[in-house]
């Protein structure tokens, strides 16, 4: 049986942390992995638009030696013709070791990964799960903060369908100490199973509608995009899409050493003023996924340097 990645959990806390390491080591001596995946193929099936997730998992097989096929839209392969998720994943693996797929349906790369002979990394499925883009917030985390345990996070914008969101607290949950404190409209508060899950283990929460009143006691600041994608009605998404923009003077009430974040893209949610602000992450964040990637692949395919 392959060994898939569908939901962040499916990693223990060791293998994240080995993942880490091994990311760092490929950051500092990167000519030592060129040529270990030799010979390998990666399949990328994006059935819904990225730039990041995509690019960085292709740049990530390239610089480790190994080729890339797939396609971008779901348009220009035979999905178009109805042909299912689970036959399309049972023919690209004739022809790839190991595939990153993305699909607007939740829960998709697991029912593709209940036919699927190579591994299957789940690079987002609706507004569900992104457990790449969590191991590239972790590994984020330990870089700018030097600690995943005792950290107050403070997660703002559209929680209701942001699946970083997700993934990011099922992560985090289980380090010591966390606090999260949920800024949101009501309409776009956590899904009610992830605030169940974070009562039966005990996480510390709060739910705020106003980032002003409690950015000054975070240590991470973690924005999001309103997922206009996901909205029923577009009338919703124009009367929320601007509810929080964290510009210089909110950034002003915030702590010296506060970590702001956003997987990006972005939209309006932070002011382009706050990029040259020391603590912006968010640039160094996209970088990481690209080195916390080649570090996946590897494991997934149990290739070493
Ligand atoms: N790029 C991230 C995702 O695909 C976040 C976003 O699109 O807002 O979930
Ligand atoms: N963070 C992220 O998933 O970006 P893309 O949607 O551009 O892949």
Same mark, same amino acid.
Do not use: W
């Given at each position: 049986?392959?060994r898939?990645?569908?939901?962040?959990?499916?990693?223990? +806390?060791?293998?994240?942390?080995?993942?880490m390491d091994?990311?760092?080591?490929?950051?500092?001596?990167?000519?030592?992995?060129?040529?270990? +995946?030799?010979?390998?193929?990666?399949?990328?099936?994006?059935?819904?638009?990225?730039?990041?997730?995509?690019?960085s $998992?292709?740049?990530?097989m390239?610089?480790?030696?190994?080729n890339v096929?797939?396609?971008?839209?779901? %348009?220009s @392969? %035979?999905?178009? !013709?109805?042909e299912?998720?689970?036959?399309?994943?049972? /023919?690209?693996?004739?022809?790839?070791?190991?595939?990153?797929?993305?699909?607007?349906?939740e829960?998709?790369? +697991?029912?593709?990964? %209940?036919?699927?002979?190579v591994?299957?990394?789940?690079?987002?499925?609706?507004?569900? &799960?992104?457990?790449?883009?969590?191991?590239?917030?972790?590994? /984020?985390?330990?870089?700018?903060?030097?600690?995943?345990n005792?950290?107050?996070?403070?997660?703002?914008?559209?929680?209701?369908?942001?699946?970083?969101?997700h993934?990011?607290?099922?992560?985090?949950?289980?380090?010591?100490?966390?606090? $999260?404190?949920?800024?949101?409209? !009501?309409?776009?508060?956590?899904?009610? =199973?992830?605030?169940?899950?974070?009562?039966?283990?005990?996480?510390?929460?709060?739910?705020?509608?106003?980032?002003?009143?409690?950015?000054?006691?975070?240590?991470?600041? #973690? *924005?999001?995009?309103?997922?206009r994608?996901? $909205? $029923?009605?577009?009338?919703? =998404?124009v009367?929320?899409?601007? @509810? #929080?923009?964290?510009?210089?003077?909110?950034?002003? *009430?915030?702590?010296?050493?506060?970590?702001?974040?956003?997987?990006?893209?972005?939209? &309006?949610?932070?002011s382009?003023?706050?990029?040259?602000?020391?603590?912006?992450? #968010?640039?160094k964040?996209?970088? =990481?996924? !690209?080195?916390?990637?080649?570090a996946?692949?590897?494991?997934?395919?149990?290739?070493?340097?």
């Amino acid at each position: 049986m392959p060994r898939h990645l569908l939901n962040i959990t499916d990693l223990s +806390m060791e293998e994240i942390d080995e993942l880490m390491d091994q990311a760092d080591d490929i950051m500092k001596t990167p000519e030592k992995y060129q040529d270990c +995946m030799r010979h390998k193929k990666l399949a990328t099936l994006f059935f819904e638009p990225s730039t990041r997730t995509r690019l960085s $998992f292709e740049a990530a097989m390239m610089e480790l030696g190994g080729n890339v096929l797939g396609f971008s839209e779901a %348009s220009s @392969s %035979s999905a178009t !013709k109805g042909e299912s998720v689970c036959d399309t994943v049972r /023919t690209v693996a004739c022809y790839a070791d190991i595939i990153a797929m993305r699909h607007p349906k939740e829960g998709a790369p +697991m029912a593709a990964a %209940s036919v699927c002979p190579v591994p299957i990394i789940n690079a987002g499925d609706g507004g569900h &799960n992104h457990p790449t883009q969590t191991l590239t917030d972790l590994l /984020t985390i330990r870089k700018e903060k030097g600690r995943l345990n005792q950290l107050v996070v403070g997660l703002c914008g559209d929680l209701q369908f942001g699946r970083t969101v997700h993934s990011l607290m099922s992560a985090m949950c289980r380090y010591k100490s966390i606090r $999260f404190v949920l800024i949101s409209p !009501k309409e776009l508060s956590v899904p009610e =199973y992830l605030r169940e899950n974070l009562q039966r283990d005990k996480v510390s929460f709060t739910e705020v509608e106003r980032l002003e009143d409690v950015i000054g006691t975070l240590d991470i600041l #973690y *924005m999001t995009r309103v997922q206009r994608e996901r $909205f $029923f009605n577009e009338a919703d =998404y124009v009367r929320l899409k601007d @509810s #929080y923009i964290l510009d210089t003077e909110k950034m002003a *009430m915030a702590r010296k050493d506060l970590c702001v974040m956003h997987p990006l893209p972005r939209v &309006n949610e932070i002011s382009r003023s706050v990029d040259s602000d020391p603590r912006a992450c #968010y640039f160094k964040q996209m970088l =990481y996924g !690209k080195f916390i990637r080649e570090a996946l692949l590897m494991k997934l395919l149990e290739v070493k340097a």
